[in-house]
Nanobody
């Protein structure tokens, strides 16, 4: 059974940093791609970033490029979303999701999802 559990969300001031974790079970990152998505109240779900575990290729949405990175630790079967220079507009519930290897930010391509973790950027 594929399981994804997000953690690390919380309250952070504008300009601060936060690292989210996505712990995976039921599969190994060597054979899948992991994506990060977010959804704010009243807005559509937005693709943030994706990493292919097979070759390390990454893709980032324009809204987060240069501020966010997606490190991985295959030995721990965990991927992260490192968020720097956070803005109030980054406030959302953040989700990780998994698909077969091949990076994309299209949510329809991801069959397995975690429950999400809240990130609030406010002073």
């Amino acid at each position: 059974q594929v399981q994804l559990v997000e953690s690390g969300g919380g309250l952070v001031q504008p300009g601060g940093s936060l690292r989210l974790s996505c712990a995976a079970s039921g599969f190994t990152l060597d054979y899948y791609a992991i994506g990060w998505f977010r959804q704010a109240p009243g807005k559509e779900r937005e693709g943030v970033s994706c990493i292919s575990s097979s070759d390390g290729s990454t893709y980032y949405a324009d809204s987060v490029k240069g501020r966010f990175t997606i490190p991985r630790d295959n030995a721990k079967n965990t991927v992260y979303l490192q968020m720097n220079s956070l803005k109030p507009e980054d406030t959302a519930v953040y989700y990780c999701a998994v698909k077969s290897t091949g990076i994309t930010l299209n949510p329809a391509e991801f069959p397995y999802w975690g429950q999400g973790t809240q990130v609030t950027v406010s002073s």
